[in-house]
């Protein structure tokens, strides 16, 4: 059972990772389909992304990736999950530059042996 939480957690962390490696791509160009992979897309999470990466996109907004590193990662018995981050990006709107550093954290549910993000919660 170890082995499978070890599993879990890689592939928890990979989805995370992963979707947060893309954001800034996303809406840089306006392209929902860099993060939606990463997405349950039964989940209200999965519309609001792609509100925010066309919004953020209409507004001018660029951001810049800076880092993301893995807190803490919890699996729970019913297939969900729970993945903490601190996130760091660079944010320019019209030519002003501002820092956006936070903490996040994610819930997953597995679907089809694939971990996918339900919501994100920033703290």
Do not use: H, W
């Not at 349950?40 to 999965?46: A, G, I, N, T, V």
């Not at 907004?61 to 990662?73: K, M, R, Y």
């Not at 699996?75 to 019209?94: G, H, K, L, P």
Request: hydrophobic share 35%; net charge negative.
């Amino acid at each position: 059972a170890a082995e499978a939480t070890e599993n879990d957690q890689v592939n928890a962390n990979a989805t995370v990772t992963d979707f947060v490696n893309n954001l800034d791509n996303a809406v840089n160009s306006n392209n929902f389909s860099a993060i939606s992979v990463y997405i349950d897309p039964e989940s209200s999470f999965y519309d609001e992304q792609a509100s925010f990466v066309s919004t953020t996109y209409d507004n001018g907004t660029s951001e810049t990736l800076n880092s993301v590193d893995i807190l803490g990662t919890e699996i729970f018995d019913d297939s969900t999950a729970q993945v903490r981050t601190a996130e760091d990006f660079s944010v320019e709107t019209n030519g002003t530059e501002s820092q956006a550093v936070y903490e996040g954290v994610y819930t997953l549910r597995k679907v089809n042996g694939t971990y996918l993000i339900t919501g994100l919660t920033i703290e």
